[in-house]
């Protein structure tokens, strides 16, 4: 009981962090002049902060370290309130709205899924969409590697909460030997990556307005758009190329990118597995996707179908989700081959969704080790990525954890058959929210959106980007006997 009143005083001072991000939408409510807008988001504020503050002031006595079991608690915990208190401002600008929409759209912010179930984005009031993006922005990096930063000050340790949360199987490696300067040197890179991607934008033609928010989904690769049209509505070559250099920065592991710009230089890229591999999957798949459209006849020249293949390929393999044309009216075999490449291609430690490159080239070198050990029995064949051994308890974990990745996609996919959807849209549903890629194929395609969905279907596509983004594990672990016993 008392590490439980732990785990809510760790959620009440996180609501009162969390209520601090509604700063920037209640700013943009003051430039456009709009009282009705800005009251919302103040009584949004002052909820989320009160409420939090109620939560951290009845449980202060029981603060202290948690343990790995509450620390799971916790993120699940965070993961689950937040995105209801983030629909507060939703629901009172948006009176059509359920809140069963609301919580989609707030959970697809922060998991930096980028799926939506809104329409009429032109006109959608700046400080809502300065809201919707914000999400995604402070999902990119984990909203929790934030609190990990801030809560050491307020007497609450971070270590454990920091480990169920990073993403990828090697998650004790740290870059400083304290867990808050950690996350801070992240948050510092992610800002300033964040900040050179609004003045690139900014400078290619967009307003302040579309600048701040691309670059906010771009770099948390969660695929909100200001407009229904997504970056299609633009019409650039240079805003697509632009987007493009920053989703590839932001599906590199942001470790690497700190080592690189501490040392001041390129090799902690080349030192990275992940970073070659993802890059170079990418950018083969990019010329062979346009070779195969343009051979199809789907655009008239290579360098068009080069343009359009390189855009949308980044994005949906990245799990950003932008779209620039409707590439569901491509050949299957095109936006298919995006589909996977969104389950494998993201590196741990980005922000991006998905199985992660490290467990794809584990998985990889170890079907090598099986074929060796066919014909030499008896040989040793350690794992190496990189360089380095891979001990054997992170090959079985990685193993375990895409057993449930394949099941999870399944169940959901057959719970979404039983409800009346048909096979595209319901796996590529299923598949787009557990990688947090946005947009499927089918009824939920980059054409349409997910308005569409029953509220059944609705909330088994939210609750497949919650698992999705907490990697599996954190969650579902929840359900088991072994995690409720003393």
């Known amino acids: 009981m008392k590490r439980a009143l732990t785990v809510v005083h760790a959620l009440g001072l996180m609501l009162v ?24 988001f103040l009584l949004a504020m002052a909820w989320t902060a009160a409420l939090g503050f109620l939560m951290w002031l009845l449980t202060r006595r029981y603060k202290g370290e948690l343990s790995i079991r509450h620390g799971y608690l916790l993120v699940v915990g965070m993961w689950t309130a937040m995105p209801a208190f983030a629909t507060i401002p939703l629901l009172l600008a948006l009176p059509g709205l359920s809140f069963t929409d609301a919580y989609f759209e707030t959970m697809s912010g922060l998991t930096t899924t980028g799926a939506t179930v809104l329409v009429g984005l032109d006109d959608l009031h700046p400080a809502l969409n300065i809201w919707r993006h914000e999400l995604n922005w402070l999902g990119g990096l984990g909203i929790i590697v934030l609190a990990v930063a801030i809560l050491p000050l307020l007497g609450i340790g971070g270590r454990q909460l920091f480990k169920a949360e990073t993403p990828g199987p090697m998650k004790d490696s740290a870059l400083t030997p304290r867990i808050a ?26 307003s302040w307005l579309d600048a701040v928010c691309h670059s906010f989904s771009a770099m948390g690769l969660g695929g909100f758009s200001t ?86 390929l980044v994005s949906i393999a990245t799990s950003s989700g932008y779209a620039s044309v409707d590439y569901a009216q491509w ?12 389950a494998t291609v993201a590196s741990a430690g980005s922000t991006g969704g998905g199985i992660k490159m490290i467990r794809t080239l584990v998985l990889f070198k170890q079907a090598g080790r099986e074929f060796l050990k066919l014909l030499h029995p008896a040989v040793v064949n350690p794992l190496k990525i990189g360089g380095h051994a891979v001990a054997n308890n992170i090959v079985f ?64 596509c939210t609750s497949a980007m919650l698992i999705g983004r907490l990697e599996i594990f954190t969650v579902l672990i929840l359900f088991t006997p072994h995690f409720w016993r003393r």
């Open 17 to 40: 962090v969390f209520s601090i991000a509604y700063v920037m939408p209640v700013i943009a409510a003051v430039i456009e002049g709009d009282r009705s807008i800005l009251l919302d």
């Open 181 to 206: 300067e950690t996350a801070r040197n992240l948050w510092i890179v992610y800002v300033g990556i964040t900040l050179l991607c609004i003045t690139a934008l900014k400078l290619a033609g967009m």
């Open 227 to 312: 407009h229904d049209a997504s970056i299609g509505y633009f019409d650039s070559p240079l805003i697509e190329f632009i987007l493009i250099v920053f989703m590839l920065i932001a599906v590199i592991n942001f470790a690497t990118h700190f080592l690189a710009i501490r040392a001041r230089s390129a090799s902690a890229y080349r030192d990275d597995p992940e970073a070659f591999s993802s890059l170079r999957i990418i950018l083969v798949s990019c010329v062979g996707i346009a070779f195969f459209l343009w051979w199809q006849g789907v655009y008239p020249s290579f360098w068009t179908a080069l343009r359009h293949a390189s855009f949308n």
């Open 331 to 342: 050949p299957i075999f095109a936006p298919l081959w995006m589909m996977l490449l969104t």
């Open 397 to 460: 974990s990685v193993l375990g954890f895409i057993f449930l990745y394949f099941m999870t996609i399944a169940t959901f996919t057959f719970v979404l058959l039983i409800s009346g959807m048909d096979f595209i849209s319901a796996f590529t549903a299923v598949l787009a929210s557990v990688n947090n890629c946005g947009p499927g194929l089918g009824t939920v395609g980059p054409a349409s959106n997910y308005q569409g969905l029953n509220d059944f279907q609705t909330w088994v």
